[in-house]
């Protein structure tokens, strides 16, 4: 009885390891593909590290831009101020050649008072002495 009993857990086992060998070749193509699934895993971290390196370096790049066109914008603000004080000079020069016209226009204003005055004591200046011609005005000098 034993030995029959022994014999029936053998079969028994011998049937268990059988269920085993099937259930681990059922499983065999879940763990290949499962396997296959990691390879592509790790090729995509792979694939986003250099993702990320590339990332970094554009950033890099673009921080540098950035510092460059920082460094344009002065240059810019300095050539604007620059241009500033040129406008201020050329508009002190404006000025000045204005009060320089308006003196001037002050001076032929004289003069024509000068000549109108020669004018008006022409007949009297000409019994005195030889005649000048002065703008259009007649002069005498006295001699």
């Known amino acids: 009885l034993q030995v029959t009993d022994l014999r029936l857990q053998v079969t028994d086992l011998r049937l268990q390891v059988t269920d085993l060998r099937l259930q681990v070749t059922d499983l065999k193509p879940q763990v290949t593909d499962l396997r296959l ?4 895993l790790k090729l995509q971290v792979q694939d986003l590290r250099l993702q990320v390196q590339d ?3 554009q950033v890099q ?3 540098l831009q950035v510092q460059d066109l920082k460094l344009q914008v002065t240059d810019l603000k300095l050539q604007v101020q620059d241009l500033r004080l040129q406008v ?3 508009r ?3 000025q000045d050649l204005k009060l320089q016209v308006q003196d001037l226009k002050l001076q032929v204003q004289d003069l024509r008072l ?3 005055d020669l004018k008006l004591q022409g ?3 000409n019994s005195q002495g030889p005649v000048i011609k002065l703008e259009g005005a007649t002069r005498k000098t006295g001699g």
């Open 37 to 40: 699934q990691v390879q592509d």
């Open 55 to 57: 990332l970094k370096l």
């Open 61 to 63: 790049d673009l921080r």
């Open 88 to 90: 201020q000079d050329l």
């Open 92 to 94: 002190l020069q404006v």
């Open 114 to 116: 000068q000549v109108q």
């Open 123 to 125: 007949p009297v200046i």
